[in-house]
């Protein structure tokens, strides 16, 4: 199966203290996303995405993204970024 890949990447925090993730990639997000405590309803919403996708379903990658960086403020995980030429 194909990685489906998302730009920019959403940067999360770790569980280690001062370590970030940049997230790109469908399958990041998934595995980012178990390691969380917090599960909201964006959490709910955009694993249901990445477990959709990763079982071959047609979603689009800016769709995950965006749940996931959704799911990632909601957990208080998101690490804010300045966008340069967007």
């Keep these: 199966m194909a990685t489906l890949w998302f730009s920019p990447p ?3 925090k770790t569980e280690l203290t001062g370590v ?3 997230c790109n990639n469908v399958r ?5 996303l178990l390691r969380w ?8 919403q955009a694993s249901a995405l ?9 979603v689009d990658p ?4 965006q749940a996931f ?7 208080g ?4 970024t300045i966008r340069v030429n967007e």
């Excluded at 800016?62 to 993204?65: A, F, L, Q, V, Y």
């Design 10 to 12: 959403v940067f999360v």
């Design 20 to 22: 970030t993730y940049g």
């Design 28 to 32: 990041g997000a998934a595995e980012q």
């Design 37 to 44: 405590n917090k599960r909201g309803p964006k959490w709910h």
């Design 50 to 58: 990445c477990l959709s996708a990763l079982e071959g379903e047609e």
């Design 62 to 65: 800016k769709e995950i993204r």
């Design 69 to 75: 960086e959704a799911a990632a403020k909601e957990a």
């Design 77 to 80: 995980m998101l690490i804010r």
